[in-house]
C-alpha cells in the first residue's frame, strides 16, 4: 500500500477494528511509539500508547457512535493526530517530561500530512482546529476570558467535537485527575450551550463587531451580541495561499482594476531572490500599502502570507486606518500546486515552498470582516 488515496483510506475509522499494524506504515506514527511522556500525567507509557488508548475509548462512546459517518471520521482523525508532534516538542525541564506548544505545532504538521493525503479541505481544517484546541476544554472554565475563546474555537472548529475529542484523550490514559478534568469537559459542554456555540459558530452582530471583539482587551468589556459601529473607510484584499495556488489568476479573474501591492513584483523589481531574506520587499511593500490607506482607497495586498504571525501586522496596519477587511484564501493539490509554480516566470524553490509549509496557518474568521476560501 503506497498510493495517498490507500493511505488514506487507513485513516477511516471502522468501528470493529484499528488497523494497527497497518498504521506502521507512517514514519509519524513510529515517532510517536519513540516518544516518552511525564508519568504523572500519563502513566500508561509512551504517546503511542496513549493514543491506542484514546482511540480504543472513542470508539465505544455512544456520543461517537451516534454522529454521522463524516462527523465519526473527523473526531477519529483528530483523536489518531492530537499529540502528532510531540516528538518534535518534548523535552525533559527539572527533571520532567513536557511537550509545550504541542497543540498548535500538531495543527501545522496535521495539515501538511493530511494535505500531502489528499484529504477533502474542508475534513482537514475541521480536524487541524480540533488537534490545535484539543485540551482547552480541559480547563476553559477557569479562564477569565472564557466567552472569547469559546467563540473564537466556535469559528473553526464545533465545540460538541472538540468535547469528545477532550474526552477520549483524558478517559484514554491513565492519570490521578482524571475526574476532575472530565468535570471541566461537562462544564465546557454546558458553557459553549448557553454560549450558543455548541454545534455551530458564534454569532455576532455584525461581521464589523465580530473584527472588532476580536482586537478589543479581552477585559474590556465587549459584547457579541452588542453591535459595534462601522467606521470602516476603505476595503483591502489580502490575498493568502502558497506559491503557485493561484493568487495572480483570482486577483485578474476576480480584482480586475484594483490596484495591486504585489510581494513578487517587488522582489523583481528590487532584484532580491525569494530565498534570501525579505524585510526590504515588506518595507516597500508596507510602504506603497499606507499611500492607499492614507487616501483611503482600496488595494490587494498579494502576498503568501501564510501564518497568523505573518498577517497579524498587516491586518493591524489596515484596520489602523480604518479598512474594511476581506482575507482570500487561495489553495489548489499539492500535485497541481507544484506544476503551476514550476510553470511559472518566476518559480520558487521547491525546498523553500516546503519550508512555507511548516508554518502554514489557514486564515481564519477572527481575523477579517470577510473570509473568502478559493480552494480547489
Not at 83 to 93: G, Q, S
Not at 95 to 113: N, P, Q, W
Not at 359 to 376: D, F, Q, S, Y
Amino acid at each position: 500500500m503506497s498510493s495517498a488515496s490507500s493511505l488514506l483510506d487507513l485513516l477511516t475509522p471502522d468501528p470493529g477494528r484499528v488497523p494497527w499494524n497497518e498504521l506502521q506504515v507512517f514514519d509519524w506514527v513510529r515517532a510517536l511509539e519513540a516518544c516518552p511522556q511525564d508519568p504523572i500525567h500519563h502513566a500508561e507509557g509512551n504517546v503511542w500508547i496513549h493514543t491506542r488508548m484514546v482511540l480504543e475509548t472513542l470508539l465505544g462512546l455512544p456520543e461517537w457512535q451516534a454522529l454521522p459517518a463524516e462527523e465519526q471520521r473527523v473526531v477519529y482523525l483528530a483523536c489518531l493526530l492530537h499529540d502528532v508532534a510531540k516528538p518534535a516538542t518534548t523535552r525533559e525541564e527539572d527533571g520532567r517530561i513536557t511537550a509545550k506548544g504541542h497543540s498548535r505545532a500538531g495543527e501545522l504538521l496535521a495539515r501538511r500530512l493530511l494535505w500531502e493525503l489528499g484529504a477533502p479541505f474542508a475534513l482537514r481544517e475541521q480536524v487541524c482546529a480540533l488537534v490545535r484546541y484539543h485540551q482547552i476544554p480541559f480547563y476553559l472554565i477557569e479562564r477569565d476570558d472564557a466567552r472569547r475563546v469559546a467563540a473564537e474555537i466556535s469559528l473553526q472548529a464545533r465545540c460538541d467535537l472538540l468535547a469528545l475529542v477532550a474526552e477520549a484523550d483524558i478517559r484514554g490514559r491513565v492519570c490521578a485527575d482524571m475526574g476532575r478534568v472530565v468535570d471541566n469537559i461537562e462544564l465546557f459542554r454546558e458553557f459553549c450551550r448557553e454560549e450558543g456555540c455548541y454545534t455551530a459558530p458564534r454569532s455576532f452582530a455584525s461581521a464589523h463587531t465580530r473584527f472588532v471583539y476580536f482586537r478589543a482587551d479581552p477585559a474590556g468589556g465587549r459584547h457579541p451580541d452588542v453591535e459595534v459601529y462601522d467606521d470602516t473607510r476603505s476595503e483591502v484584499v489580502v490575498m493568502s495561499g502558497l506559491p503557485g495556488a493561484g493568487k495572480d489568476t483570482y486577483v485578474r479573474h476576480h480584482l480586475a482594476g484594483w490596484p495591486v501591492v504585489s510581494l513578487d513584483a517587488l522582489r523583481s523589481e528590487l532584484e532580491i531572490d525569494p530565498a534570501d531574506t525579505q524585510g526590504q520587499v515588506v518595507q516597500a511593500a508596507r510602504e506603497r500599502a499606507k499611500e492607499y490607506l492614507r487616501r483611503g482607497e482600496r488595494f490587494v495586498w498579494n502576498a503568501t502570507n501564510l501564518s497568523r504571525q505573518r498577517r497579524g501586522p498587516l491586518l493591524q496596519m489596515a484596520a489602523d486606518y480604518g479598512a474594511r477587511i476581506r482575507v482570500v484564501y487561495v489553495e489548489v493539490p499539492a500535485s497541481t500546486l507544484f506544476a503551476q509554480n514550476r510553470a511559472r516566470e518566476a518559480a520558487v524553490p521547491e525546498a523553500v515552498i516546503r519550508r512555507m509549509i511548516e508554518r502554514w496557518e489557514i486564515p481564519a474568521k477572527t481575523e477579517a470582516h470577510e473570509l473568502v476560501l478559493a480552494v480547489r
